[in-house]
């Protein structure tokens, strides 16, 4: 039989990509959503099936597991993918959003590799893959927020990496660049900064930039994405961390090589902050 793999947040971008690689791959694929019941590119069949899963709601996670072992009697991999990103200055983020976006992108994912974890230690065998972001390594003007959920994210993922080993477990991070998904629209909860004038300035030249097709012409795709999955999921290795992208890579080469002084000096220049 072909392994199992289970997704959070396969309604759309990464998520969804990756859902549609692994089934063409032939694997079967539990695909996991907020609203199973709105799902139209991912049709159920004998190796895919759509279960409902809402990280923030832990009483969701039980039941989904359930259905996918009631359905396909194991699961291989588990792919923490659901998250979004706060944008702004912290001082404009509520406590509730910035509380929110670590419940989403860090306890969210604790919830559901406690739910897993059982499974995976009872077969001494499985492999959880975390999406965290080249934002889980270095951080971006206006992306504190969400890259300190990323960031926490990193160094419970390489904790665990050592913690579950001995058991027959792999734990792996895959690092995305900028990818063309809803991230920028739909998944971004940007701080209301109305009453925080001094930033204005500074803002709208980050935001000009953002938006600058010379910046987001190299991002990558989603189907990119879940090829680095795949690797990650079959390479059998214990690799901890895949860089996807071309800027991912980049990125990463000026910190490492150049430290990370010039790096985010870079960083300010290009954003002309
Ligand atoms: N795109 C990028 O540039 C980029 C770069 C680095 C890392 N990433 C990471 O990649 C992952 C996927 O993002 P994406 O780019 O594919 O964006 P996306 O297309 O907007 O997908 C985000 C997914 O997360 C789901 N989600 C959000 N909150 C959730 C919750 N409480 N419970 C369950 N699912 C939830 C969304 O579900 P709904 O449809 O219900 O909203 C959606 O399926 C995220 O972890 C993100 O941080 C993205």
């Known amino acids: 039989m072909k392994p199992v793999l289970f997704i959070t947040g396969a309604s759309s971008g990464i998520g969804k990509a990756t859902a549609l690689y692994f089934h063409q791959q032939g694997w079967r694929v539990v695909a996991s959503m907020r609203n199973p019941q709105n799902e139209k590119d991912l049709k159920q ?13 832990k009483e969701t996670i039980a039941p989904a597991i359930q259905k996918a072992l009631e359905a396909f009697g194991q699961i291989d991999v588990w792919l923490n993918n659901a998250g979004y990103g706060a944008y702004g200055p912290m001082e404009a983020g509520t406590d509730e959003e910035i509380r929110r976006q670590f419940e989403v992108n860090f306890f969210g994912l604790i919830s559901c590799m406690r739910e897993i974890l059982p499974h995976f230690k009872s077969r001494k065998t499985g492999t959880i893959i975390n999406i965290s972001s080249i934002g889980g390594l270095m951080t971006l003007p206006m992306f504190g927020v969400y890259n300190s959920s990323k960031f926490a994210l990193e160094g419970l993922t390489e904790g665990l990496w050592y913690d579950l080993q001995p058991l027959g477990i792999k734990v792996k991070l895959v690092e995305p660049g900028g990818i063309k998904t809803d991230f920028a629209g739909r998944s971004m909860n940007e701080f209301d900064q109305s009453k925080f004038p001094e ?3 500074y803002n709208d030249k980050i935001l ?14 989603p189907e990119m994405v879940a090829e680095v999955i795949w690797q990650a999921a079959t390479d059998g290795t214990n690799t901890l961390r895949y860089l996807a992208g071309k800027d991912a890579k980049q990125f990463w080469g000026l910190r490492r090589w150049m430290g990370y002084k010039f790096q985010m000096e870079q960083v300010k220049k290009y954003f002309g902050i």
Not at 45 to 57: A, N, S, T, W
């Open 45 to 57: 069949d004998e190796r895919l099936i759509l279960v409902k899963l809402d990280v923030e709601q």
């Open 208 to 221: 000009a930039r953002f938006k600058d097709p010379k910046y987001t012409q190299n991002f990558g795709t």
């Open 199 to 201: 930033y204005k300035a």
